[in-house]
């Protein structure tokens, strides 16, 4: 695998999307209901804290949607970072900080001290469950008042093993056709990230902080909307949900 993208974001942007759709192929419709539901609660011009943002997925659908949102993406991955920077390079609107989230001073960086909506998607699963209550209380603190929180991730329901064991061999074996015709997977898609003349460096630095890949868990949207009610969030519950994931929303 030889291909190069060097400074190409928009290519990058993509290729990260078809990878990342190999796994989760209703990831739009989980971003379209996500944004409906911050139109719906805190209007079409929200203060939006991108909260483990990676390349900025949602900010970037967050600023087709709402043209005059703003957005603070946080997150650690050096290599994700540099694609997001590069992408909205310019762009007043956004503003990216370095911060781990397991550190007990992340939100200190931040540019604001609330927040209209907090959303994240497919990221938070990397935390297990203790220090993933912390961060809610922590991101309890910067919501604003009928401000709202979402996380859109992997939620396992693990009473139901045979409903979960089909839908993971359907999902797997359209995965496998995909796969067939040329998709890349995560790991692919980080080898050609570190063959890049641009992102070696930044994909070098990434896997010395998360390893090949965190081990964190799945719990159900149910514990999810239980711990954010617990961490001072007035209403939880899904908003969304497939039969691998969901959305959850909170309400402040």
Same mark, same amino acid.
């Given at each position: 695998?030889?291909?190069?993208?060097?400074?190409?974001?928009?290519?990058?942007?993509?290729?990260?999307?078809?990878?990342?759709?190999?796994?989760?192929?209703?990831?739009?419709?989980?971003?379209?209901?996500?944004?409906?539901?911050?139109?719906?609660?805190?209007?079409?011009?929200?203060?939006?804290?991108?909260?483990?943002?990676?390349?900025?997925?949602?900010?970037?659908?967050?600023?087709?949607?709402?043209?005059?949102?703003?957005?603070?993406?946080?997150?650690?991955?050096?290599?994700?970072?540099?694609?997001?920077?590069?992408?909205?390079?310019?762009?007043?609107?956004?503003?990216?900080?370095?911060?781990?989230?397991?550190?007990?001073?992340?939100?200190?960086?931040?540019?604001?001290?609330?927040?209209?909506?907090?959303?994240?998607?497919?990221?938070?699963?990397?935390?297990?469950?203790?220090?993933?209550?912390?961060?809610?209380?922590?991101?309890?603190?910067?919501?604003?008042?009928?401000?709202?929180?979402?996380?859109?991730?992997?939620?396992? !329901?693990?009473? =139901? %093993?045979?409903?979960?064991?089909?839908? &993971? #061999?359907? $999902?797997? *074996?359209?995965?496998?056709? /995909?796969?067939?015709?040329?998709?890349?997977?995560?790991?692919?898609?980080?080898?050609?990230?570190?063959?890049?003349?641009?992102?070696?460096?930044?994909?070098?630095?990434?896997?010395?902080?998360?390893?090949?890949?965190? !081990?964190?868990? =799945? %719990?159900?949207?149910?514990?999810?909307? &239980? #711990?954010? $009610?617990? *961490?001072?969030?007035?209403? /939880?519950?899904?908003?969304?949900?497939?039969?691998?994931?969901?959305?959850?929303?909170?309400?402040?």
């Amino acid at each position: 695998m030889t291909t190069t993208l060097g400074s190409d974001w928009h290519a990058w942007q993509e290729s990260w999307d078809r990878q990342q759709e190999w796994y989760m192929p209703d990831r739009e419709e989980r971003f379209r209901v996500m944004l409906d539901m911050v139109e719906a609660l805190v209007g079409p011009e929200p203060r939006v804290l991108d909260l483990a943002c990676g390349t900025g997925s949602i900010t970037a659908r967050l600023f087709e949607r709402f043209p005059k949102a703003v957005s603070t993406g946080v997150d650690l991955d050096p290599a994700l970072l540099a694609i997001a920077e590069g992408t909205f390079a310019g762009d007043d609107r956004v503003t990216f900080v370095t911060a781990d989230l397991k550190d007990p001073d992340w939100p200190s960086r931040l540019p604001y001290d609330s927040y209209d909506a907090v959303l994240t998607a497919t990221a938070l699963h990397w935390l297990h469950s203790e220090p993933l209550t912390v961060l809610y209380g922590q991101v309890a603190g910067l919501v604003r008042d009928g401000g709202v929180f979402m996380n859109a991730d992997h939620m396992i !329901d693990e009473t =139901t %093993p045979r409903i979960n064991a089909a839908d &993971r #061999a359907r $999902r797997h *074996a359209l995965m496998d056709g /995909a796969k067939a015709a040329g998709v890349l997977d995560w790991a692919e898609w980080w080898q050609l990230a570190a063959q890049d003349p641009v992102l070696a460096e930044p994909t070098a630095r990434r896997f010395e902080i998360y390893g090949e890949h965190a !081990d964190g868990d =799945t %719990p159900s949207a149910e514990w999810h909307a &239980r #711990a954010l $009610r617990g *961490a001072g969030f007035a209403e /939880a519950r899904g908003v969304w949900r497939s039969p691998s994931d969901a959305l959850v929303l909170a309400l402040k």
